[in-house]
């Protein structure tokens, strides 16, 4: 994996998907969004998830962190660079208009449904 130099700060999860592709070695990545989501989820956060929360949630976070945050019960680091890494895996896999909403709206076996705030 190399790092660019200025990381970019994603807004949506196609963007994020989008950096990932950028920054990731393509074969890698074809391998693992080939991967059962959760086990894609376990594999992924200490290299994606790792490189995730030091570039996009760490110090200064990226929009996109802040408004998955706002979103959720358990805004720790850890939670937020799941829900981009799931985004990003149901991206790479032909969802390619997923939006935040629908990522937090998601079945309760995802980490979104599992974490997502609950109406007022």
Do not use: C
Not at 10 to 28: C, D, G, H, N, Q
Not at 108 to 113: C, K, N, S
Request: charge should be negative; glycine fraction near 6%; proline fraction near 8%.
């Amino acid at each position: 994996m190399s790092e660019p130099e200025a990381a970019r700060k994603p807004s949506t999860l196609r963007e994020a998907a989008e950096i990932v592709r950028e920054t990731f070695p393509p074969e890698k990545l074809a391998r693992w969004s080939k991967l059962p989501l959760f086990n894609a989820r376990m594999q992924a956060h200490f290299g994606m998830g790792m490189w995730i929360r030091n570039q996009w949630i760490h110090q200064d976070p990226a929009p996109l962190a802040a408004r998955i945050r706002e979103g959720i019960l358990f805004g720790d680091a850890d939670t937020i660079s799941g829900l981009i890494v799931e985004g990003i895996w149901r991206i790479l896999n032909g969802e390619d208009d997923l939006t935040l909403e629908a990522l937090l709206n998601a079945p309760m076996y995802t980490w979104a449904g599992y974490y997502k705030r609950p109406s007022e």
